[in-house]
């Protein structure tokens, strides 16, 4: 089987044809030559043995009617009856002639043209009996000179002929029927070979058929259930032929590269599932850090606004304690014998002002720190939160100016304490 399957089907229909051909022309061959037996042997009854009976037939009735126009004659007793009897008597030996001449056309070497030789002989001598001595004396109506010719000599010669003739008209029947034996014989041989020949061509040809519906049509039948199982998306189907030889192989390896690429294409559409569903997820973190970060940025600028009005407090407790100070300045230079008292006052109310700058200090460099950070944190983000960072960057602004608000009321804060030094000394 597996050196049928290397050959190609096209050589293999070629071949399965060319059996077919060779199995219905050795049939075709065989009977026409045993029908050309047969013909023979009944062209040789229809031409030889047939036409030689009837001619034997013709002959033997032509001369046995010509033994009785001679009875005739030796019974006719006028001239004009005697004429007529001769007439006749001419027209049938003319006839007998015709009948020896057709007959001897259709003689057979041997036997028959030997046997025959010895009718012409013994019909010669009967013809001359008759003519030079039965039909003269009958003519003369001497009846009984002519009858006993007729009766003695004549007779004996007719039954000789006429023996003669029955043998060969036995011997062409016999012939006809051995011919015809022969065409029958010929018959049940040619109907047993043909019969056996038929019965070896139905074998061969089953033989074909099985070869050609196992290694052609259940092959392309599998192929094609394969090829629906790949249509039901089924990749578990296995591709069956890949190493056939024929057309049949090269079919079964398409399908086995149309298999191939169905699964690198599953392969790639579930990569590409995957890398969406991994930019999916990326979109929504990206959403989640915007919304972490857009809560933290309202949380920082909340706290930058409370840092802001906690500033602006502090500004306005150190303008009330600068304009206490003045006050207090005054109330120095005025009552200059309690400058000590007043010196550890205002020492005393310097340093708790020192701390308060200083933890102002502190409030403004985280403020500045947080707003340092929201401003990079809205840098790295999309333009939909670039307005928030322009936000962030005054609020930066905002914190500078309190910086620079605190520096110069820490300068006057120094002035106070120099001046009230001073005062001191004086």
């Not at 000599?153 to 060969?168: M, P, W």
């Not at 933290?296 to 409370?306: F, I, Q």
Request: net charge negative; with cysteine.
């Amino acid at each position: 089987m597996a050196l049928i399957s290397n050959i190609s089907v096209k050589s293999r229909t070629i071949l399965a044809i060319l059996i077919l051909l060779l199995c219905t022309a050795g049939l075709g061959v065989f009977s026409l030559t045993k029908l050309s037996t047969i013909n023979e042997e009944a062209a040789d009854v229809r031409d030889n043995w047939l036409p030689s009976v009837s001619a034997i037939s013709r002959l033997y009735t032509t001369f046995d009617y010509y033994r009785t126009l001679e009875g005739a004659h030796l019974i006719a007793s006028t001239d004009d009856d005697i004429r007529s009897e001769d007439k006749a008597l001419l027209e049938i030996a003319d006839r007998i002639e015709q009948r020896r001449m057709d007959y001897q056309k259709l003689l057979t070497p041997g036997w028959e043209t030997e046997t025959y030789q010895k009718f012409v002989t013994s019909y010669q001598t009967y013809m001359k009996i008759s003519r030079e001595q039965l039909l003269p004396l009958s003519r003369k109506n001497d009846n009984d000179g002519a009858g006993a010719i007729y009766r003695g000599s004549s007779r004996d010669e007719f039954r000789t002929s006429k023996d003669i003739l029955q043998s060969l008209m036995d011997f062409n029947t016999a012939e006809g029927k051995r011919a015809a034996d022969r065409g029958e014989q010929v018959y049940q041989t040619s109907k047993l070979w043909v019969t056996g020949i038929l019965v070896l061509v139905v074998v061969i040809c089953a033989g074909v058929a099985w070869m050609i519906v196992s290694t052609v049509i259940r092959p392309i039948q599998e192929i094609t259930s394969m090829m629906g199982r790949l249509a039901d998306r089924d990749m578990t189907v296995s591709i069956d032929g890949t190493g056939r030889g024929d057309e049949l192989g090269a079919m079964a390896r398409a399908v086995q590269v149309f298999k191939d690429n169905m699964v690198e294409a599953d392969r790639l559409a579930a990569v590409e599932a995957a890398e969406q569903q991994a930019k999916t997820r990326r979109a929504q973190a990206i959403e989640q850090l915007l919304t972490g970060f857009e809560n933290s940025s309202s949380t920082a600028l909340r706290t930058v606004a409370a840092a802001a009005s906690e500033l602006d407090a502090t500004a306005h407790s150190m303008s009330a304690m600068a304009q206490q100070t003045s006050t207090q300045a005054t109330v120095v230079a005025s009552a200059a014998e309690q400058t000590s008292a007043n010196v550890q006052t205002v020492a005393t109310a310097t340093e708790e002002m020192a701390s308060s700058i200083r933890e102002i200090g502190t409030q403004i460099a985280r403020s500045a720190d947080i707003a340092g950070k929201a401003v990079n944190e809205a840098s790295q983000t999309s333009d939909a939160v670039r307005s928030l960072a322009e936000a962030a960057q005054k609020i930066g602004e905002v914190v500078g100016l309190i910086t620079d608000i605190a520096s110069q009321t820490n300068l006057l804060a120094l002035n106070a304490t120099i001046e009230a030094a001073r005062a001191g000394e004086a």
